[in-house]
């Protein structure tokens, strides 16, 4: 999916904890061509602007209490053994009841993994350098992803080693909101809609072959009120 294919979409509904992608076609596996000008970020060097620990969140404090409350009716049920926090900080969002043996963070500042309690093992790494993720196949049980899909250049690489390093039909999520370092985000992401922004992430899974892919909001838009801070959600099994 294209810059034009998404600002194409129709607007969504917005009605909170429905799928919003219900009649709407995606790329399937291994479909689409996806142009690396549109995923091109106006600075480019994450040595610099990571090597700085940053111990602020980067959400609302209702909008991580939705996004917690959504993972624990989400993931809490699951028998997750090992759990995998992608571009991880010092907070990974997870419920106290949600008690993985294991929790992986992986991450671009070290002292902020450092001031995680919930990690149980903390890997530096910048996915824009490397996308390839230091763990065997099928190896975690489920995986998280906050605020930072907006960043990577290579998304499609990104949800590919994430299919690979999941147990079969193990979930997958993403979740984003209305707030970013603009000047870190592609070029796709700064030109779209947060509703286009869904149905993007959406055709990501189903282009690297995620399956029962949905797209639902925690917190809606609200045309003409700041005071909103929309959050999303997207989830696939691998």
């Not at 907006?150 to 080693?161: F, I, S, T, V």
């Not at 286009?196 to 992430?201: A, G, H, K, Y």
Request: neutral net charge; charged residues 25%; contains cysteine.
């Amino acid at each position: 999916m294209d810059l034009a294919a998404a600002r194409a979409i129709p607007r969504l509904t917005r009605a909170v904890g429905v799928n919003v992608l219900d009649g709407l076609s995606l790329p399937g596996a291994g479909a689409g061509v996806w142009e690396k000008a549109e995923y091109a970020r106006m600075d480019k060097k994450d040595d610099r602007f990571y090597e700085r620990p940053r111990f602020e969140g980067h959400m609302k404090v209702q909008t991580l209490a939705e996004l917690s409350k959504y993972y624990e009716a989400f993931l809490g049920p699951r028998d997750v053994a090992r759990h995998f926090d992608c571009c991880s900080s010092f907070d990974s969002h997870l419920p106290a009841d949600y008690t993985p043996q294991e929790v992986v963070g992986l991450g671009m500042n070290g002292p902020e993994l450092e001031k995680n309690p919930r990690l149980t093992q903390r890997v530096v790494q910048n996915l824009n350098k490397e996308s390839t993720l230091p763990f065997p196949d099928n190896h975690f049980q489920a995986g998280t992803n906050v605020a930072s899909i907006e960043y990577l250049a290579k998304p499609l690489k990104h949800l590919g080693e994430a299919r690979r390093v999941l147990a079969p039909q193990a979930p997958y999520v993403v979740a984003f909101t209305t707030r970013a370092f603009w000047t870190k985000a592609t070029h796709i992401w700064k030109e779209l809609t947060h509703e286009q922004r869904m149905v993007l992430v959406a055709s990501y899974f189903t282009a690297s072959g995620f399956t029962h892919v949905e797209a639902r909001h925690l917190i809606a838009p609200v045309d003409g009120d700041d005071s909103v801070e929309p959050l999303a959600v997207v989830h696939g099994f691998a």
